[in-house]
T-cell receptor, first 119, second 114 residues
């Protein structure tokens, strides 16, 4: 089974509108972390936002917020007021193994969603 | 802001040749990682390195691959005999497990095997 599922291969959004990128995850750990990264066409991986499994509040970073629904195992990224520069691939990722402290904390990535912002 | 650096940015090599990809982690970070992204696909974990030894590796990380930290600053990934299917972007990432959970990625090395 996929540990991270991103069901939207591609999304379009009008400039200045909000957009939600979906991510569901699968883990049996109680303690884990969820991440979103942006990958523009230049190829680098840019960290956007992090949500810990025990965090009760949804994470926010500027125009990015993470809609964390633990019971549904979903961690959707919401981008408000989209800009042309937001056009990129977006990857959801999970880190497990935090419970025992014995994990190496590597990330498991989803297949990504290509977001295109339309002027 | 501290950053992870990687060299070279692009490497072209012939099949069967050895390549070494280099990474300079953020200085106070403890965990180092290599990931691979084949063009158009998702990022895949290769190996993690902690306290001067491999802590975990994926099934991709076979005997052709090795990692080391030769001088306390650089972190290298060596592919002994490259294959066409090794063509990918290779990312180094580092993190410091102390309540700071962001994994910092380097800009990547694009490896092209011909």
């Amino acid at each position: 089974a996929q540990k991270i599922t991103q069901t939207q291969p591609g999304m379009f959004v009008q400039e200045k509108e909000a957009v939600t990128l979906d991510c569901t995850y699968d883990t049996s750990d109680q303690s884990y972390g969820l991440f979103w990264y942006k990958q523009p066409s230049s190829g680098e991986m840019i960290f956007l936002i992090y949500q810990g499994s025990y965090d009760e509040q949804n994470a926010t970073e500027g125009r990015y917020s993470l809609n964390f629904q633990k019971a549904r195992k979903s961690a959707n990224l919401v981008i408000s007021a989209s800009q042309l520069g937001d056009s990129a691939m977006y990857f959801c990722a999970m880190r497990e193994g935090e419970d025992s402290g014995a994990g190496s904390y590597q990330l498991t990535f989803g297949k990504g969603t290509k977001l295109s912002v339309i002027p | 802001e501290p950053e992870v650096t990687q060299t070279p940015s692009h490497q072209v090599t012939q099949m069967g040749q050895e390549v070494i990809l280099r990474c300079v982690p953020i200085s106070n970070h403890l965990y180092f990682y290599w990931y691979r992204q084949i063009l158009g696909q998702k990022v895949e974990f290769l190996v993690s390195f902690y306290n001067n030894e491999i802590s975990e590796k994926s099934e991709i990380f076979d005997d052709q691959f090795s990692v080391e930290r030769p001088d306390g600053s650089n972190f290298t990934l060596k592919i002994r005999s490259t294959k066409l299917e090794d063509s990918a972007m290779y990312f180094c990432a580092t993190t410091w497990i102390d309540g700071v959970y962001e994994q910092y990625f380097g800009p990547g090395t694009r490896l092209t095997v011909t």
